[in-house]
C-alpha cells in the first residue's frame, strides 16, 4: 500500500511545518514539499492520497498500560471488567498498546493476555505485553521473569507490580529488586526494555522503596518504571525527583491531568522522562477509610486522547511537548526504536486531527484504520 498524505502540518513531535507525507510498505519513506508520485501512477501501482490541508499530522500514540482482557474483580466476580476491541484504539488515535494483568490473576492469565496481544496485531495494531500482575512471586508463562521476555515475542518486561497498595503482596526492597535485576537481564539478552512497570498505591510508603533500589542496589534507573504517580499530591512530587535521577514515570490521565503535569512541572519533574497513559478497561475502585469497596468504574482508552486533546486546547504547555509524553518518551523507555516518531524508516503510525482538533485519520503500519472521521477497521466480530 502507497500512502500520500499532502500538505499537512508535520509534528514529529517537534515542528517540521506543512510537508506531504510519502507511506510505502508500512513505512513512511519521506517527508518534504510537493512529493511526485508519476513514478508509482506510471506503472500502475495505486496510491491512496489522504488531503492533509488544514489539519495537523502527529505519530501514533502509544499507550503503555492497557488491560487488554480486562481487569477489576475487586467488588467481586460481577466487577471484572470487558476486554479492549480493535475500535477502542482506533478510536483513541493509539497505535500501539501495552498490555497487562492488574488485580486478578485467579481469572486472567497471561497466555491469554499473549492470545489478546497476537489478535490485536492481526486485526491491524501494534500489541504488546508484560509478564507478571500486581502480586509477587510474579506470575510467568514459561516458568521464569528472564525467560518470558527472551522466548515470548510480545512480552517486553514485567507490570504491573503493585507497592504502596493494600492489594499487594507487602513485597520487602529486597524482592523488589530481584524481580528488577532479571527482568533487566531478560531486556538485555534479548534486545528488548525489560522494564518493571510498578503499580503506585495511595498507601504510607509513596515510592520509598523505588528510591531505596537506586539507593541500595546495582539496578539502572531505565529499568524501573512507575505509573499511576498522579495519585496523590505527595507522589507526584516523589516522582518528579525519580526523574532528577533518570526515572521515567508515567501519569494515568483522568479529568485533572492538566493539573497533574502542572504541579509535576513546578516541582522540577523532567517533561523528558514523563509519559502517559489510559488504564483502559482497568477497574477505577474507590475505597473507604477501611478499606472496603466504595463504587467502581471503568477506565477507558479514550482517555489518553481526550487528556492530550484538552492540553492542546488550553496551551500551558506547548504542543510538542504534551505530544513526546504519548509518542517519543514511551517508545524510548520501552525501546520501540521504530515507534513514536514520523520519520523515514519509522513505522507509518499516523494521526491527523482536523482544526477543530477532532481525530480525523488514523494510520498504523501502513494501514489506514479511520480516514476523514469514518472508522474503516473494526473487530473480527464487529458488525
Do not use: C
Amino acid at each position: 500500500m502507497i500512502i500520500l498524505i499532502t500538505d499537512a502540518h508535520v509534528f514529529n513531535p517537534e515542528d517540521k511545518g506543512i510537508n506531504d507525507v510519502l507511506i510505502v510498505g508500512g513505512k513512511v519513506v519521506d517527508i518534504s514539499r510537493e512529493i511526485d508520485v508519476e513514478q508509482y501512477l506510471k506503472l500502475n501501482i495505486p496510491v491512496n492520497i489522504i488531503a492533509g490541508e488544514g489539519k495537523i499530522l502527529t505519530p501514533g500514540f502509544i499507550d503503555p498500560h492497557v488491560h487488554l482482557i480486562g481487569g477489576g474483580g475487586e467488588g467481586g466476580y460481577h466487577t471484572r471488567t470487558p476486554e479492549t476491541h480493535i475500535t477502542d484504539f482506533v478510536n483513541a488515535g493509539i497505535t500501539t498498546a501495552v498490555g497487562l494483568l492488574g488485580t486478578d490473576k485467579s481469572s486472567r492469565h497471561l497466555e491469554s493476555l499473549y492470545a489478546k496481544t497476537k489478535a490485536l496485531t492481526k486485526e491491524g495494531m501494534t500489541a504488546l505485553m508484560y509478564t507478571g500482575n500486581y502480586q509477587l512471586p510474579v506470575p510467568t508463562i514459561t516458568g521464569s521473569i528472564e525467560k518470558d521476555i527472551y522466548f515470548i515475542d510480545t512480552v517486553i518486561g514485567t507490570a504491573e507490580v503493585a507497592v504502596s497498595d493494600h492489594r499487594s503482596s507487602q513485597p520487602t526492597t529486597e524482592e523488589l529488586s530481584k524481580v528488577v535485576a532479571e527482568t533487566r537481564v531478560g531486556g538485555m539478552t534479548s534486545g528488548k526494555a525489560g522494564v518493571t512497570h510498578f503499580h503506585t498505591g495511595g498507601g504510607k510508603k509513596g515510592l520509598s522503596q523505588l528510591f531505596e533500589l537506586l539507593d541500595n542496589y546495582d539496578l539502572p534507573p531505565s529499568n524501573i518504571y512507575p505509573t499511576h504517580v498522579n495519585r496523590t499530591r505527595n507522589l507526584i512530587t516523589e516522582s518528579a525527583a525519580l526523574t532528577g535521577r533518570g526515572v521515567t514515570v508515567d501519569m494515568t490521565v483522568g479529568e485533572n491531568i492538566m493539573e497533574d503535569v502542572r504541579e509535576f512541572i513546578n516541582d522540577g519533574g523532567s517533561m523528558d522522562l514523563l509519559t502517559l497513559s489510559s488504564d483502559g478497561n482497568g477497574s477505577l475502585p474507590v475505597f473507604n477509610s477501611d478499606g472496603s469497596l466504595s463504587h467502581l468504574d471503568v477506565a477507558k482508552p479514550e482517555t489518553l486522547l481526550i487528556g492530550v486533546v484538552e492540553m492542546w486546547k488550553e496551551g500551558a504547555v506547548p504542543f510538542e511537548t504534551i505530544l513526546k509524553t504519548v509518542t517519543v518518551n514511551t517508545a524510548e523507555v520501552l525501546q520501540l526504536p521504530d515507534k513514536g516518531r514520523v520519520s523515514p524508516m519509522y513505522d507509518a503510525d499516523v494521526l491527523l486531527f482536523d482544526s477543530d482538533y477532532q481525530l480525523d485519520t488514523v494510520i498504523a503500519g501502513g494501514e489506514v484504520l479511520k480516514q476523514y472521521g469514518s472508522t474503516i477497521v473494526k473487530g473480527t466480530f464487529s458488525k
